[in-house]
């Protein structure tokens, strides 16, 4: 493990407190949020089992976290219930101002993007609730 991993798993650890964070949510391309999380499990990062869907969000010290998303469907302008959501993948760090700046709060996996109606325009609006998680 590089120590940037280790890193990221004591501040994840560490963090007790819930937050909520609103911002723009995308989605990565069918399959590849599934790749990185048979990764993350290899990698002994994660947890196996089943979520209500992955996630990926910009700060690395949340990688193993479950959180919870609600996602604005764009076609009927009501909110998704909330899900949770168990984060695989972060930001590289040279595009982590990029996503702070432009306020990205989490990318999808297909399935979830494709539930909460947002596939075929691209981004949405979403919550994001960190902490509190058992």
């Not at 290899?42 to 976290?65: D, F, M, N, R, T």
Request: aromatic residues 10%; proline residues 5%.
């Amino acid at each position: 493990m590089t120590p940037l991993i280790i890193l990221a798993l004591v501040l994840a650890a560490l963090s007790t407190s819930q937050s909520t964070v609103q911002g723009h949510a995308l989605y990565y391309s069918p399959n590849v949020m599934q790749r990185v999380y048979a990764t993350r499990v290899k990698q002994g990062l994660v947890a196996p089992g089943w979520y209500g869907g992955l996630a990926a969000v910009p700060s690395c010290s949340h990688i193993g976290e479950v959180v919870s998303a609600s996602f604005l469907n764009p076609h009927t302008h009501a909110w998704t219930p909330y899900r949770r959501m168990l984060v695989v993948d972060c930001a590289q760090p040279y595009h982590y101002a990029m996503q702070i700046r432009t306020g990205r709060a989490i990318e999808a996996d297909w399935g979830t993007a494709k539930w909460a109606g947002f596939t075929d325009v691209g981004k949405t609006k979403a919550r994001v609730i960190y902490g509190g998680n058992e």
